[in-house]
């Protein structure tokens, strides 16, 4: 079985600024992936960011960076210049063994002008 | 264009009417999932087909039903909707592989009266 943990509920970041959202996962299987999806209030998950448990670099994509620590099982995500079209809720999601993702229960990011 | 569409946005259904949902995908993409979202809580997985081959979750109540006809389309039945199904309803599909990410349709918004 697969779990994904987000702890924080809700956070806030100013405009411009830079902001890391938490993820720690469990599971047993060796080779996994981790995704971060955006959802704003229209409804719609938007894939962000994917790292492999076997990539030696952490992922990058734009604004978006993931700082994966394999050890701690830890997947973060770091947005860097936070924009106010950031506001959204932001969910971890893990694939091991099989194609099926489990997501976390999400973090609300609020950006402030 | 969207790539995965849900219809319609909006379903206001009574208590005890049976609902389908629908999904649609341009992607060709083998897998397509259902997952059901509440408020402040993970996207819990429903079902999910492999192709033909659908592939239903232990704790999926026996009240949700789905078919897919073709590789383009999917449904979701609720056969006796109650109060505690209102939710958001995400259809998604993907590639299949624990690296590849899933694609989103916009969700259906279902409430219960």
């Known amino acids: 079985a697969q779990k994904i943990t987000q702890t924080q509920p809700g956070m806030f970041v100013q405009e411009k600024e830079a902001v890391t959202l938490d993820c720690t996962y469990d599971t047993s299987d060796p080779s996994y992936g981790l995704f971060w999806y955006k959802q704003p209030s229209s409804g719609e998950m938007i894939f962000l960011i994917y790292?492999?448990?076997?990539?030696?670099q952490n992922a990058t994509e734009g604004r978006y960076s993931l700082n994966f620590q394999k050890a701690r099982k830890s997947a973060n995500l770091v947005i860097s210049a936070s924009q106010l079209g950031d506001s959204a809720m932001y969910f971890c999601a893990v694939t091991g063994g099989s194609y099926i993702p489990t997501f976390g229960r999400g973090t609300s990011l609020i950006v402030h002008p | 264009d969207a790539m995965v569409i849900q219809n319609p946005r909006y379903q206001v259904t009574q208590f005890g009417k049976p609902v389908t949902l629908s999904c649609s995908q341009t992607?060709?993409?083998?897998?397509m999932y259902w997952y059901q979202q509440k408020s402040s809580q993970a996207p819990k997985l429903l079902f999910h087909?492999?192709?033909?081959?659908?592939?239903n979750e232990a704790d999926t109540p026996d009240n949700f039903q789905s078919r897919r006809p073709n590789t383009s389309f999917c449904f979701l039945d609720i056969r006796s909707p109650g109060l505690g199904d209102a939710a958001m309803y995400l259809c998604?599909?993907?590639?299949?592989?624990?690296?590849?990410?899933?694609?989103f349709g916009q969700g259906t918004r279902l409430t219960v009266v």
């Open positions: 992607l060709n993409h083998n897998v």
């Open positions: 998604a599909t993907s590639m299949g592989g624990t690296n590849t990410e899933a694609f």
């Open positions: 790292q492999g448990s076997y990539d030696q």
């Open positions: 087909y492999y192709d033909k081959d659908f592939n």
